[in-house]
């Protein structure tokens, strides 16, 4: 039920570029080395992120250092779930401590921002810690990829769409954009899901507009976010703020979405939601989800706690007995909460995600975040 990062998502369809404007690189392997899918997400004048997926077609390895080399005025500015350089047109991308290990037939992922003049062609070649993949590269995607504003403001009901002082404008399946240390995506992973944009002035006041069908299953989860990749008893502080406008009809809830050990924990803290939604649990009744803990206060909120898993990880949502639209959270209290429950350990905080997590619309309908920001020390 959970959407994954972008980074998984992506493997699930290497081998594939799209109509929508994926780039896709897909150098075959020789019989001991890697494929390597390499998508421009999003692309504006002299800017462009890429998302990067590694498909490892040898043997399992415990750390990983991808190198391939840029055309002229292709240059990196900023990357995630990696270390990256650029030594003039060699890009080096390492993993970070928690994605070093890839077992064969296996993927790791990550993803960056770069500049760039004349062209943005796609890379020829790569190379998986000195071995070569080689073979063809498909390079020519159906339509240019682009994330420029449109030209005509979109109409929703309730009322905006996409502002004219929009930043960003998007409506790929996974684009991404990153401003001042926060990345938004636009997330659309479910199935049956309708047409999604996602707008941005900056990192932490943007909006969606969508028009998804009111049938079961979770059709997207836009959102922008920061990664910590801290211990929890390393951490002194996680303290978040938000404010949000949302429809008055739907079946959505507004969600901050945090994984922990590697995506072996998802934690949802609910700050309001409305509509056929509910969380996942252990178990359930003629009302639906039952709590394993009610009112618990912690962080500076009341909530119902719901324990349970979607078969890959365990789930811990915490559901605000009474809906809210704007206030702010002592992050850390909620996730040392549910160490002294014993339900898991001293983890690794990732990525600390916040978004809209959208069921259905009525109608086509805008999702607004005013503002937001997490702080953590």
Partial sequence: MRRRNLALSLAASLGIATAAGVVTALPASAAAGCTVTYQVSSQWPGGFGANVTIKNLGDAVGSWTLVWSFGAGQTVTQAWNTTLTQSGSTVTAKNASYNGSIATNATASFGFNGSWTGSNPVPGTFSLNGTTCTGGVTTTPTTAPTTTPPTTTPTTSPGGGVPSDAAWVATGQWDTWTNNGYTLNNDVWGSGAGPQTIWART??????????????????????????????????????????????????????????????????????????????????????????????????????????????????????????????????????????????GDVTVGDIQFGFELSGTAGQSNFTCNSFNITYA
Avoid: C
């Fill in 203 to 344: 990192g932490t006041n943007w909006g969606v507009v969508a028009n998804h069908p009111r049938t079961s299953g979770v059709k997207s989860y836009p959102h922008t976010g920061r990664t910590l990749n801290r211990t929890l008893s390393s951490l002194g502080s996680i303290s978040s703020s938000f404010n949000v406008s949302v429809p008055a009809d739907g079946d959505y809830e507004t969600a901050y979405d945090i994984w922990a050990n590697n995506y072996a924990y998802e934690i949802m803290i609910w700050t309001n939601q409305h509509g056929a939604v509910g969380p996942i649990a252990e178990s359930y009744d003629s009302n639906g989800a039952v709590p394993s803990a009610r009112n618990v206060s912690a962080g500076g909120h009341t909530w119902n706690v719901y324990r349970g898993s979607n078969g890959s990880n365990a789930v811990f949502s915490f559901i605000r007995t009474s809906t809210t639209n704007s206030g702010t959270i002592d992050v850390l209290a909620v996730l040392n909460w549910l160490r002294t429950q014993g339900w898991y």
